[in-house]
């Protein structure tokens, strides 16, 4: 509850509203949300794309081996791969040197926004979840490789990812691949590399950075116009999850978990036209990395947060209320055994409360 009220001031969308003009490389006049966020997904674009040449090399060493098979292969095996795989390399190269990460503007300065954060809530959220766990914004200080791989496996525990480190840690296979190509890397080292690619191989394509950057941008807009009410929400999930994993009485404190949320969420009604704050209500629940997708949440806070979700997108119109309903329809939860969490009837009112706010009509209560 703290934590919202020190969010919501004039500081902290000050601080937005700078770090918006950056992103729309301060073209045009004033804030200019969708020149940001073109600008925005013009780079995340980009990202996909170095994500999607970096599987395919995956594919090609391990589609039909194991690590084992791969590590066994012999030296002169491993470079005739890599030299059929140029090509894709190549493209790496290419993107990497579009999106130089010591250079573009889209810099991602998580630093100074999570210390804006400290400061504003003087010290508050750098206990939360999500929060604690700082990524160097700086390029040019190298995130280590078990810290990136953590990352790929649990996105929520660092909130804020500098997209410039992705960047970087991928594009590091390039000079690699070049040092086994060109025969100055030791086996164990070649090993070692061929490991990293696996690993990174393997969790791609969970999409664990998808439109990494334009979720950046959702929660300065949030911060801006919408209270900081997305991300608030976003904070509470976060917290809450430590306290479900480690309580044995979960349900003895459902009141004041329901009560916190509640509370921290009641004056939606100002802020529900923020579209960075739907984006991210929407995210938590229909993106396949949401928060509330990879925890078993009680359903007495799910329905909370459908409540507030059906409240907020009442009357609402979007493309991102549109994207939000193909999502839903073309991965149909209920259906995926990673989504198991929930009971049908959930997704089915999931569904039911995205889809109806496109017509006004209210979403009938969980049952």
């Known amino acids: 509850m703290v934590t919202r009220s020190k969010l919501n001031n004039e500081s902290t969308r000050d601080y937005a509203r700078g770090e918006i003009r950056r992103l729309q490389?301060?073209?045009?006049?004033?804030?200019?949300?969708?020149?940001?966020?073109?600008?925005?997904?013009?780079?995340?674009?980009?990202?996909?794309?170095?994500?999607?040449?970096?599987?395919?090399?995956?594919?090609?060493?391990?589609?039909?081996?194991?690590?084992?098979?791969?590590?066994?292969?012999?030296?002169?095996?491993?470079?005739?791969?890599?030299?059929?795989?140029?090509?894709?390399?190549?493209?790496?190269?290419?993107?990497?040197?579009?999106?130089?990460?010591?250079?573009?503007?889209?810099?991602?300065?998580?630093?100074?926004?999570?210390?804006?954060?400290?400061?504003?809530?003087?010290?508050?959220?750098?206990?939360?979840?999500?929060?604690?766990?700082?990524?160097?914004?700086?390029?040019?200080?190298l995130i280590p490789f078990s810290q990136f791989l953590d990352l790929f496996r649990d996105p929520h525990k660092s909130l804020l990812i500098p997209v410039q480190q992705v960047f970087k840690r991928v594009c590091c296979f390039v000079s690699s691949f070049r040092a086994i190509l060109e025969e100055k890397h030791s086996r164990e080292t070649t090993n070692f590399v061929l490991e990293a690619l696996n690993d990174v191989g393997e969790l791609i394509e969970k999409s664990r950075f998808t439109n990494l950057l334009q979720r950046y941008l959702w929660r300065l807009q949030d911060l801006y116009d919408g209270g900081g009410l997305g991300f608030t929400v976003e904070l509470f999930f976060l917290a809450l999850k430590p306290l479900l994993s480690s309580s044995?009485?979960?349900?003895?404190?459902?009141?004041?978990?329901?009560?916190?949320?509640?509370?921290?969420?009641?004056?939606?009604?100002?802020?529900?036209?923020?579209?960075?704050?739907?984006?991210?209500?929407?995210?938590?629940?229909?993106?396949?990395?949401?928060?509330?997708?990879?925890?078993?949440?009680?359903?007495?806070?799910?329905?909370e947060f459908l409540d507030l979700l059906g409240n907020v997108l009442h009357e609402q119109k979007g493309t991102h209320i549109d994207a939000a309903v193909e999502e839903l329809n073309n991965n149909i939860p209920w259906h995926d055994p990673i989504d198991s969490y929930y009971p049908d009837a959930f997704w089915?009112?999931?569904?039911?409360?995205?889809?109806?706010?496109?017509?006004?009509?209210?979403?009938?209560?969980?049952?």
């Open 25 to 141: 490389w301060k073209q045009g006049t004033g804030i200019k949300f969708e020149l940001a966020l073109k600008k925005a997904k013009w780079v995340d674009d980009f990202l996909d794309e170095a994500l999607n040449w970096l599987s395919e090399i995956h594919a090609t060493f391990f589609e039909e081996r194991t690590l084992m098979d791969v590590q066994n292969l012999t030296g002169e095996k491993i470079r005739e791969i890599l030299r059929n795989d140029k090509p894709k390399i190549i493209e790496l190269v290419k993107i990497y040197n579009i999106i130089d990460p010591d250079q573009l503007q889209y810099k991602v300065w998580t630093d100074g926004f999570l210390d804006m954060i400290d400061t504003v809530t003087h010290g508050i959220t750098r206990q939360l979840p999500g929060l604690h766990s700082r990524i160097p914004s700086e390029p040019t200080v």
């Open 248 to 303: 044995s009485s979960q349900e003895s404190q459902s009141t004041i978990y329901i009560g916190t949320f509640r509370t921290i969420t009641s004056d939606w009604a100002k802020y529900k036209h923020s579209i960075g704050t739907q984006k991210i209500l929407l995210d938590a629940i229909t993106s396949r990395r949401g928060i509330l997708r990879e925890f078993r949440y009680p359903l007495y806070i799910t329905e």
């Open 348 to 367: 089915k009112r999931v569904l039911d409360v995205v889809s109806r706010s496109r017509t006004a009509v209210p979403a009938p209560p969980f049952s």
